[in-house]
């Protein structure tokens, strides 16, 4: 029991809480689960909702707003706001294997405001050093995201950091320190100095698996949006909806092969490779995002 009070510290017990950790082989029996972690060798972690808590929503037009202040002397920050705002499209649109999203970024910032790329990351290092830190009240961590990078290490998979790489590494290094979570502690963190293509593209996925050198049907997503982290099972890996924080997109056709909480999730992870697949602790009904 003491083990449980660890596992959910900061929360109130659910029935269903103790249920799990206690009697895994009984709830084994009332859901079926399709997810095999048996000869898994890698496992992606989406960040926002997933790892940490945080409303894009909110985060994004505040972090719009301070950060072109300091383009002000050359354009309004309106005018900047809305020139990112179409860089950002043109990374989720983008099919160029050769071009970084960094690249595209700097390219729509010279088209539409004639900043140049040396400009623009002046103004990213006068925002990151004074603002940046008051973003920190909007992002919370979740008591379990440290133990299932942890576990998933014991493994001895490989963790990768898979967030939509649409921010610097600097403002993604930001939000893992904010929710108390080690960067360090990721084989690769996708960010848009590096990543050529955004979640849902294929292309974002297999620009990972090229990395790690694994074969699809042997690495895991796990994330909270129906759409974006789900649409990994395109090349072929297996799935983890994770449903606290939930993101349910229309028009999102992928189905998860497993779904849960954190605590379920934990105890799936930890459960890899001690029992067979049938008694192997699942979430709530596989293949229902």
């Not at 383009?71 to 809305?82: I, L, T």
């Not at 998933?152 to 290094?173: E, G, H, Q």
Request: proline share 5%; net charge negative.
């Amino acid at each position: 029991m003491s083990r449980l009070l660890q596992l959910y510290a900061g929360r109130c017990l659910t029935g269903r809480d103790i249920v799990s950790f206690m009697f895994p082989a009984f709830l084994s029996k009332t859901t079926q689960s399709m997810i095999d972690l048996s000869n898994i060798q890698a496992v992606l972690f989406d960040l926002d909702g997933t790892l940490i808590d945080v409303d894009m929503d909110q985060f994004i037009p505040i972090y719009l707003q301070r950060l072109t202040q300091y383009m002000s002397g050359q354009v309004s920050s309106a005018r900047a706001v809305k020139a990112i705002q179409h860089a950002v499209a043109a990374m989720f649109a983008n099919t160029d294997a050769d071009r970084t999203l960094e690249s595209i970024l700097h390219e729509v910032l010279e088209s539409e405001l004639a900043v140049s790329p040396a400009r623009y990351a002046e103004c990213l290092e006068q925002f990151c050093r004074n603002d940046l830190e008051s973003l920190r009240p909007m992002v919370t961590g979740h008591p379990l995201s440290t133990q299932l990078i942890k576990s998933s290490l014991a493994k001895s998979w490989k963790v990768v950091l898979a967030t939509n790489p649409i921010f610097p590494r600097v403002v993604i290094d930001a939000r893992l320190a904010w929710g108390e979570l080690d960067g360090d502690a990721f084989h690769h963190v996708t960010d848009y100095e590096t990543a050529h293509f955004c979640k849902p593209s294929p292309g974002f996925f297999e620009e990972i698996l090229d990395r790690l050198q694994i074969p699809a049907e042997r690495c895991l997503m796990v994330g909270n949006d129906t759409l974006h982290d789900l649409s990994a099972s395109q090349v072929g890996m297996q799935t983890c909806l994770l449903t606290p924080w939930r993101i349910k997109r229309l028009g999102a056709h992928f189905k998860a092969d497993w779904q849960g909480d954190h605590g379920e999730l934990l105890a799936l992870i930890e459960s890899a490779g001690s029992m067979p697949r049938e008694e192997q602790v699942p979430g709530n009904l596989a293949g229902c995002p």
